[in-house]
T-cell receptor, first 117, second 110 residues
Framework: GAVVSQHPSWVICKSGTSVKIECRSL??????MFWYRQFPKQSLMLMAT?????????EQGVEKDKFLINHASLTLSTLTVTSAHPEDSSFYIC?????????????FGSGTQLSVL | DAKTTQPNSMESNEEEPVHLPCNHS???????IHWYRQLPSQGPEYVIH???SNVNNRMASLAIAEDRKSSTLILHRATLRDAAVYYC???????????FGTGTSLTVIP
C-alpha cells in the first residue's frame, strides 16, 4: 500500500520556539494533504487542508499564523507550529489523499507527538 | 459535513465476528462511507469504503443499508491486533475534507 512518512515522530521543545513537522508521500503524488491534531482519548480534529502550490485552507478556529502550512511539491507538506506554548502540546497527524478514477483513500503518517515545556 | 453516530465502545471475544454499527441518517446521494481504524499512538489506516453496494476486502466487509442511513463494518474473526478505534466517515464524492467522528473503541478479549 501507499506510504506516508511523517517526521519527527516526537519532539520536545521550549515554550516560544518553533517546530516544523514534515509529511512526505513516498510512492505517489499527493495534490492534497490534510493536517490533524489529536488530544488524548479524543478523535482527530481537522486543522487544515493543504493543496500543492496554493494556500492552505484552515478550519474554523485554527490560527493560520500560528500553524504555518507549506505544500511546495506533490510529495511534501510541512506544518510549522510557531511560538509554541504548552497548550499546543498534542499529537499531530498528516495524511495524503490518493485519488484514482474510481475511488479516493487517505494514507496517514505515523504522527508527531509534540510536547512544549 | 454529514454526521455519523457510533457507539463509544464495544467488546468482542477473540476469533469471533464483530459488527460495528454506524448511523448516518443525513447522508446525501453522493456521500461515500469510509471506515478507518487507529491503533494506539499511530495514524489511522484505511479499512474499507463503499457507496451503495456491500463491499468485501481482505480486512473486512461493509454492509450498507438499503436506504444508506446506516452501515456496519464486519470483522469476520477478531484478533488481538484488531483492537483499535474504528471511525466511520462520510465523504462527499466531490468534496475535499475528511472529518472524523468520535469512533468506536474496540476491545478484543483473549
Amino acid at each position: 500500500g501507499a506510504v506516508v512518512s511523517q517526521h519527527p515522530s516526537w519532539v520536545i521543545c521550549k515554550s516560544g520556539t518553533s517546530v516544523k513537522i514534515e509529511c512526505r508521500s513516498l510512492d505517489f503524488q499527493a495534490t492534497t494533504m490534510f493536517w490533524y491534531r489529536q488530544f488524548p482519548k479524543q478523535s482527530l480534529m481537522l486543522m487544515a487542508t493543504s493543496n500543492e502550490g496554493s494556500k492552505a485552507t484552515y478550519e474554523q478556529g485554527v490560527e493560520k499564523d500560528k500553524f504555518l502550512i507549506n505544500h511546495a511539491s506533490l510529495t511534501l507538506s510541512t506544518l510549522t507550529v510557531t511560538s509554541a506554548h504548552p497548550e499546543d502540546s498534542s499529537f499531530y497527524i498528516c495524511s495524503a489523499s490518493r485519488r484514482t478514477a474510481t475511488n479516493e483513500k487517505l494514507f496517514f503518517g505515523s504522527g508527531t507527538q509534540l510536547s512544549v515545556l | 459535513d454529514a454526521k455519523t453516530t457510533q457507539p463509544n465502545s464495544m467488546e468482542s471475544n477473540e476469533e469471533e465476528p464483530v459488527h460495528l454499527p454506524c448511523n448516518h441518517s443525513t447522508i446525501s446521494g453522493t456521500d461515500y462511507i469510509h471506515w478507518y481504524r487507529q491503533l494506539p499512538s499511530q495514524g489511522p489506516e484505511y479499512v474499507i469504503h463503499g457507496l451503495t453496494s456491500n463491499v468485501n476486502n481482505r480486512m473486512a466487509s461493509l454492509a450498507i443499508a438499503e436506504d444508506r442511513k446506516s452501515s456496519t463494518l464486519i470483522l469476520h474473526r477478531a484478533t488481538l491486533r484488531d483492537a483499535a478505534v474504528y471511525y466511520c466517515i462520510l465523504r462527499d464524492g466531490g468534496g475535499n475534507q475528511f472529518y472524523f467522528g468520535t469512533g468506536t473503541s474496540l476491545t478484543v478479549i483473549p
